[in-house]
């Protein structure tokens, strides 16, 4: 008998085989914009007439809904389709849509929603559905000021972003940026700050000191920033909520870069003392200053890793400016980048995997990203000057700034901020009222 | 003591035995590498020889007039046999298929032995027919050839040779090549993470599918696992996307079932 279940045991797994459920590995796909229909969010007349005496725009329902869909094809993961081929109404669409109709015009996704004007507060309800499945995949409602309505429009696209790629979104961000205005040799230089899409610009600064290198607390709505006060430079703290500003401290010589840690509670920078250029610390509660490099070539540019343990920074103690990645204790440094050419302003992202950085080579200069070790190296974007690379919260679009040539004169001259994602496809000028430098991408404003 | 030991022994070695025969990896040896090798052949007959049809229905029927020694030392080698099995995917043209086999047949008679000779003596009849000529070819599948005559296609007699062995590659490949273009993968994954979703299905004969299962459903409610819900749903968008689903038109006992294994790693990772 014992053996017996022995045998059966070994004739199992003979049939096993002969029924095996036929397998079929799909390991490719397409990496198009998914098509997406953004319906236009439908409002009562009532709420409408009271929302165009408040915000002077004739369909506040329609223009959240631009918002999403400008949000949604800047992100070059979505392709937006033309309203004019919708089939259903807004108000119909919202509270049962027709699959068929929406499948019709190739959309996989489709987003619905409904504006209210109750007790002086404006009331955005959404729901995002897939098409394919005929089922509905989330449902929010926010309450804000009517002011607030581009606000609304964003998070609405954070949250559609993330449910449909599983990442965090970027759009309820800001930017904080160095606005230029005049001529090259005498440039008026402001700190403003705007939404990541380029609207509620706001100057920070009246533009009679030199500011430079503003970068955001990745923790809260605080910049730190370089400025020169009667020549001497100078780094600030910045609350943009309350307005209220406070120097950190005067350096010695020329000082770089202040960048927060993570937490943000230090901030870091290079400073020159007795003509070296080391990496410093300081811890913002106390005003202890560490010294992290100690080095006689030129330490710059340090940017913490997301978990505060690692700090990278450009070096030229092998010749030529390079990549190096330490400790944050300053111990265990290595260099990591190898590639011909010189590099500089490296910065972690906030996944942790990649660091952005921007290489000379050959009179060009390239946007680029490596893994933290320095491998897979790629150049996402090439131009006559560009530098200054910043992440967006996400860690998938990388911000920066291009100059335009110009003659002696200085004409022709032009500072534009762009983006492009990490595919390095999507490419995009981000407007802003001046010329434009230096930008800083905030963390989430509804985080 | 000492006979139970004996009887020990010799239960011991029946189950021994009984393994070394019927265990799958034993089994399965020689029938292991023909299918692979075949699918590139037809593959590659099915755009290079198109043109020279005509020339090969000259040479089918100078095979058809050959003497028997000389039919046997035409067929291909046992490899060559099983390269011809994934003819089973639909093609646009059948006949023109058959052409090309017997076309290659002959010019590379140099690579025949012995072996393939004395095999092939029992299936020369069949050579007559150009409808079977898959089938003579594999000098082991007489039987299967037999029953292609009642369906007039020469595939299906190797698809349900296959039955117990999943789809050819070129079945495969059709299905494949269609899922790649309805799969938009979700470009914000963890790729770091286990990106697989095994997704069941139960399909018609016409290639809809009737429903679809995610095998590892579970994972979806796991704390950290977020992104396994995306990847899953964009799966079914594809399924839905892709329907129906190009699926050989015969053998449906053997597909109505399958599983596919969506893994957006490769992808990822660049």
Known sequence: MRYLKYILIIFLLNQSNVNALIEVDITRGNLNPLPIAVSSLSIEKASNEELQKILKKKNIGAEISKVVENNLLTSGLFNPLNKDAFLQKPDIAHLKPRFEDWSLIKAQALITGKVIYENEKLRVEFRLWDVLAGKEMMALAFTTVPTNWRRVGHIITDKVYERLTGEKGYFDTRIIYVSEKGPKTKRIKKLAIMDQDGF???????????????????????????????????????????????VVGDFPGMTFAPRFSPNGKKIIMSFAMDGNSDIYTMDLENRVVERITNHPSIDTSPSYSPDGKYICFNSDRSGYQQIYVMKSDGTKVKRISFGKGLYGTPVWSPRGDLIAFTKLHKGKFYIGVMRTDGSGERLLTENFYQEAPSWSPNGRVLIFYRETKSDSEGKGFSAKLWSIDLTGYNERLVDTETDASDPSWSSLLSN | MGRNIIISSGFHLVVIFITAFSLPFLTKKPIDLPPIVSVELIQITDKTNIPFAPKAKKIIDKIKKKEEEKLTSEQA?????????????????????????????????????????????????????????????????????????????ITQSQNKDLSNVGLTLNEEDALKAQIFGCWSIPLGLPYNDNLLVRIKLQLKQDGTVVKTEILDHARMNKPG??????????????????????????????????????????????
């Not at chain 2, 090309?100 to 010019?107: A, N, Y």
């Not at chain 2, 396994?228 to 399924?239: D, G, H, N, T």
């Open chain 1, 200 to 246: 509620n610009i706001k100057y920070l600064t009246l533009g009679n000191e030199l500011v430079l290198t503003p970068r955001f607390n990745p923790t809260n709505q605080m910049v730190t920033y370089l400025s020169y006060f009667r020549n001497l430079p100078r780094v600030y703290l910045l609350d943009i909520e309350t307005g209220i500003q406070e």
């Open chain 2, 77 to 153: 080698p046992p490899k060559k046999v099983k390269k011809e099995k994934p003819d089973s995917v639909p093609l646009p043209d059948e006949n023109i298929e058959k052409v090309k086999k017997i076309e290659e047949k002959k010019q590379n008679p140099e690579k025949l032995d012995e072996e393939v000779k004395q095999v092939s003596e029992f299936e020369k009849k069949e050579l007559f027919d150009p409808n079977n000529i898959a089938a003579l070819i594999d000098k082991s599948k007489e039987e299967f050839s037999e029953t292609d005559k009642k369906t007039d296609k």
């Open chain 2, 225 to 270: 696992q977020g992104f396994y819900k995306v990847l899953a749903e964009s799966a079914l968008r594809a399924i839905k996307m892709c329907q129906p689903l190009r699926v050989p038109t015969e053998g449906y006992e053997r597909w109505k079932e399958l599983q596919l294994n969506f893994d957006a790693k490769e992808m990822l990772e660049g």
